[in-house]
């Protein structure tokens, strides 16, 4: 059925076959086997079409099997691939932290846009796991001095490598929210856990099962870790600076609310590209 030698082509033929029972959807099953092969041959879409009769070396392979493997078992394709596109660049994934998703590259950018200028920058982020965030804004402002903050040791571990690849000069530290955070900040930035449990229901199953529980969920409705940041934020932010929250997308008006009650702020509640509330914006005045 396949090539003796293992052609690209044949071993997207071998995926395919492999995952029909368990991914029925054609275009799913090949969407995920063309993001494993493009990120193992570090190629994008269009080599992957213009090389199909290559030959794919044995450990390369092997890889690819492996993880194809691991799909079949409902892990998703970044953790079977061990990596994940985040804002240009791929960075390190497994079970330790949660994959990054396209709403924090919009909560990036946000900010990227509001601090476009090349003048030096105290940024926290807080709850940073795999380090997407921190490490991203600091490859594209090298001037600023970011510190990114996650209670999981074990997470750290993971921002460490991603930071060790695209940004070194990148601070971590072990701390629950400002606990062990020092020194004060003209820009937070923070992706909570904010998922309630009642919605493990209409979740997708391979991120109940294979993402870690501490990064998603979180008590009062999902509002709980907003509700004690927001007790300690201005202590933390600068006059000048702002804070921006990644949220559940019904969770706008709540937190409009309770980001509201600080004194002297101005909060501003942001769309995803999808229409949904996604992102909140705390801007204290000078």
Do not use: C
Not at 108 to 132: F, M, P, Q, R
């Amino acid at each position: 059925m396949f090539d003796e030698q293992w052609t690209i082509q044949a071993v997207r033929e071998w995926g395919d076959w492999q995952l029909e029972p368990y991914l029925h959807d054609e275009t799913e099953r090949m969407a995920q086997i063309d993001y494993l092969l493009t990120g193992m041959m570090d190629w994008n879409y269009a080599q992957l079409a213009n090389n199909r009769n290559t030959v794919l070396e044995d450990e390369k392979r092997l890889r690819f099997m492996v993880a194809v493997r691991a799909i079949k078992g409902g892990q998703p394709v970044q953790y079977a691939l061990g990596h994940a596109a985040f804002y240009g660049r791929e960075f390190n994934v497994d079970r330790r932290v949660l994959i990054p998703r396209q709403e924090t590259e919009e909560l990036v950018e946000w900010i990227l846009k509001d601090y476009a200028g090349k003048e030096a920058k105290n940024v926290l982020d807080i709850g940073t796991g795999s380090g997407a965030i921190a490490v991203t804004l600091k490859a594209e402002r090298p001037a600023w001095h970011v510190l990114g903050s996650d209670i999981s040791a074990d997470a750290l571990v993971v921002a460490k490598e991603n930071a060790q690849l695209y940004a070194p000069d990148v601070q971590l530290v072990t701390s629950d929210l400002f606990t062990d955070v020092t020194g004060t900040f003209d820009i937070i930035v923070a992706n909570p856990p904010y998922i309630s449990r009642d919605e493990q229901l209409v979740m997708d199953e391979s991120v109940v099962a294979f993402e870690p529980d501490i990064a998603l969920y979180a008590d009062d409705d999902g509002l709980a870790l907003y509700k004690k940041i927001a007790t300690g934020l201005l202590n933390y932010l600068n006059p000048g600076g702002a804070a921006y929250f990644e949220i559940g997308y019904q969770q706008g008006k709540s937190l409009v609310d309770l980001f509201s009650a600080l004194p002297h702020v101005q909060v501003t509640l942001h769309q995803d590209l999808s229409g949904h509330d996604r992102m909140i914006k705390v801007l204290r005045e000078m």
